[in-house]
């Protein structure tokens, strides 16, 4: 038996490489583990309940929730129905909560716990298909998931094997909001085979297998952490779910996992933190430290190494890169990172430090994914996001822009048919990325086609590898690179404080809030020399010329940045246009 559709992946794992721990998560401070029989049997009781609910093929359910065994029971009920699931962020605003559920005519909606069901709850008046809201944790006066168990009706099993057997690989399966950069969230929709598809090719490259443990921590809701999910499950490997952002660090020294998947601007806060520790030490330690660091930045990914660094960077592995697998659990076989650029110094250090990571692009409208770096000798180039993976072409049309096919591309945009049209021209999905091919597959992104911008010598420039290259200082948290029709290129910098209240202390400047560190003259000073050392990389009209210093945290909640840590362009643009009226008057 193979799988064509998403359900019938646990199914096959249990015919392959039936696990005791499929899935785990921490319950009352113990790892609750879920074998595969386990899974499937709650799996088809929910299916039964929500049944009995009245659930139909077609029908939208909305899944609110951090990760946890629960929405894997909820995805695969609803999918088994012929029903649509909704993964929505956790982290989005009641507004955006109406807009998804009334276009998408939500039914029920199954939250994590209070939190989430206040939110939910607060715009159930105003979504007229919502009929009930259920709680995965045990609330007062809320109704609780285990009550659709309760409802199951074992005498219909026959007749949801009928239903399941009529769903066909090209249904649709899920409807999955983009968080968006600019205006509404538009719902992607995938078929069963479009993220089947995408899980089939992505492991014939992937080094995965059923002895392997990972670690899952991503947004479930996001395409990358979902597909990602799904290829664990195919090939048998153990999913652990971490309890929050806040206990990475903890649960990977419990699970020690094999695999995890992240996003760049967590990667650079463990090495930020590596380096700050890295900092306080004196002494020969403290040399041994930097020693290493900087053995680390001349590593050479093409396999260049000669025996004489090979001999140094073996020693340097043993000192001190040792620690940094041991904080990471120490068996890590792969890092797969997605959703955003990555440092290519990080990159180079990671993997001269023994921690294999690669990176990999694609798009909700793409399963998500296009390509990425494989692991094999020959197979990666730090600084690229990588080759097409099997199934999948990709190549460049009009500006560069970056254009991909295969079986993985969504079915449209849901309600937006224009939108789908511009998206899905000559059978290719146009990204509106632009990017560029290194000997002739290595794929490189070099920005968004609607970030670009001209200043006023007519001159383009390319906002984000400025942005990436500036974001490598440890002063800079964001960076928003500006100038259009303007002289020359500026920046609204968000600082990076912690990293900055610590300098300071060496230094003995005496500062207390994030407003006297963007007033602090000593502080401007040594953020440009930084910016200044950046500069030199880029042509004279791509320079930084001005900044100015925020004292706002920019985040999800507050609005600056997507779920997935991108900067929202047009939202921050907005927020500091008199800032960046100031730059250009002066």
């Not at 180079?348 to 296009?370: C, D, H, I, K």
């Amino acid at each position: 038996m193979d799988y064509t559709r998403l359900f019938d992946i646990l199914p096959y794992q249990l015919d392959n490489y039936p696990q005791d721990d499929a899935l785990a998560a921490k319950e009352n401070g113990q790892w609750r583990k879920y074998s595969t029989k386990e899974c499937l049997d709650i799996i088809q009781k929910f299916s039964l309940g929500l049944m009995a609910l009245g659930v139909k093929k077609g029908d939208k359910i909305a899944i609110v929730s951090n990760n946890r065994p629960e929405w894997i029971f909820t995805d695969q009920a609803v999918l088994q129905l012929g029903a649509v699931d909704v993964p929505v962020y956790s982290t989005i605003s009641p507004r955006e909560y109406e807009y998804i559920f009334n276009d998408a005519d939500v039914v029920y909606c199954f939250v994590e716990g209070k939190e989430l069901y206040d939110k939910v709850a607060s715009i159930k008046d105003k979504v007229s298909s919502l009929k009930e809201i259920y709680s995965f944790e045990k609330l007062d006066g809320v109704k609780h998931w285990s009550e659709v168990l309760d409802m199951a009706d074992e005498s219909k099993k026959e007749a949801l094997e009928a239903i399941k057997k009529a769903i066909e690989p090209a249904g649709l399966a899920t409807l999955i909001y983009t968080s968006g950069t600019t205006g509404n969230p538009k719902g992607v929709m995938l078929s069963h085979n479009n993220l089947a598809s995408n899980v089939r090719n992505t492991l014939k490259v992937l080094p995965i297998d059923k002895s392997h443990r990972t670690l899952s921590f991503l947004p479930l809701c996001h395409s990358f952490e979902r597909m990602v999910t799904y290829t664990y499950m195919a090939t048998g490997a153990s999913i652990y779910y971490a309890e929050s952002i806040d206990t990475i660090g903890e649960n990977l020294k419990e699970v020690h996992p094999h695999f995890f998947t992240t996003v760049p601007r967590l990667l650079e806060k463990v090495y930020d933190k590596i380096v700050a520790k890295g900092l306080e030490l004196t002494g020969i330690k403290k040399a041994l430290f930097f020693w290493a660091l900087n053995l680390g930045q001349k590593f050479d990914d093409r396999g260049k190494n000669s025996a004489w660094y090979n001999f140094r960077l073996k020693i340097a592995r043993k000192l001190i890169f040792s620690k940094w697998q041991e904080a990471l659990g120490g068996e890590i076989v792969g890092i797969v990172t997605g959703a955003a650029a990555l440092q290519k110094r990080l990159a180079r250090v990671f993997n001269a430090a023994g921690l294999t990571v690669r990176e990999g692009y694609g798009m909700t409208e793409s399963s998500p994914v296009l390509t990425f770096n494989r692991f094999e000798d020959g197979g990666y180039m730090l600084g690229t996001v990588g080759v097409a993976i099997p199934g999948v072409e990709v190549k460049l049309g009009n500006q560069n822009e970056i254009l991909a096919r295969g079986e993985n591309v969504m079915m449209g945009y849901y309600n937006m048919p224009e939108q789908t049209k511009e998206i899905l021209r000559d059978g290719w999905l146009h990204t509106g990325d632009v990017g560029t091919l290194i000997d002739g597959k290595f794929l490189k992104i070099t920005d968004r086609i609607k970030q670009l911008f001209k200043t006023s010598g007519g001159k383009y420039v390319a906002p984000q590898p400025i942005e990436n290259k500036m974001a490598e200082s440890f002063f800079i948290e964001q960076i928003l690179v500006v100038g259009e029709n303007e002289k020359f290129v500026s920046a609204i910098i968000q600082p990076a404080f912690e990293a900055i209240r610590e300098w300071a202390k060496k230094n003995h400047i005496h500062i207390e809030s994030n407003q006297d560190i963007c007033g602090n003259k000593e502080i401007i000073t040594r953020i440009f020399e930084d910016i200044e050392e950046r500069n030199a990389v880029f042509s004279h009209v791509e320079q930084i010329k001005k900044f100015k210093l925020v004292p706002d945290v920019w985040s999800i909640e507050s609005g600056e940045l997507t779920p997935t840590m991108k900067l929202k362009r047009k939202f921050v643009l907005e927020r500091y246009k008199n800032l960046i009226n100031e730059l250009y008057a002066e």
